[in-house]
């Protein structure tokens, strides 16, 4: 029901598109210049961009390494006063590692809110220029 305990991680993959080094024996090695440097506390070191639902056709540009992917939206048809905007697909670009906004935002940076699901109540909308920390850790815009 909430994506902040999966996408909204920054100890979780889900929600992330990740930047490793296959090695023949199997594992992998994680390269500098990801969104967290190794051995930072509560973060996967792989993690190259973060916030994402649903990446899809992800492509990197050989010239110059940006990275591509196009995204599918949420399902809602309408937007929402206190639950957030409807669904809307992207096609982004990451010059570098970053956090890309979902379960919080969407599109250009259309928030949603803050929901207790047990009081089935909005408490705020989430800032797209100050996120705030809720059940997990989460990355500053």
Not at 16 to 24: L, N
Not at 99 to 114: A, E, H, L, R, S
């Amino acid at each position: 029901m909430d994506a902040q305990k999966t996408a909204g991680n920054s100890n979780d993959l889900r929600g992330s598109i990740i930047r490793i080094t296959p090695q023949p024996d199997g594992t992998y090695t994680i390269p500098e210049g990801n969104l967290f440097p190794v051995g930072t506390l509560n973060t996967r070191p792989e993690i190259y961009v973060k916030g994402n639902r649903n990446p899809f056709r992800i492509g990197v540009d050989q010239r110059n390494g940006n990275l591509f992917w196009g995204e599918v939206g949420p399902d809602a048809s309408i937007d929402s006063m206190r639950r957030g905007p409807k669904g809307h697909d992207e096609f982004n670009l990451a010059t570098k590692p970053g956090y890309f906004g979902w379960p919080y935002f969407v599109g250009n940076n259309k928030p949603y809110w803050k929901y207790d699901f047990e009081k089935q109540q909005s408490l705020y909308e989430f800032d797209p220029a100050a996120p705030k920390k809720t059940l997990r850790p989460i990355i500053p815009v």
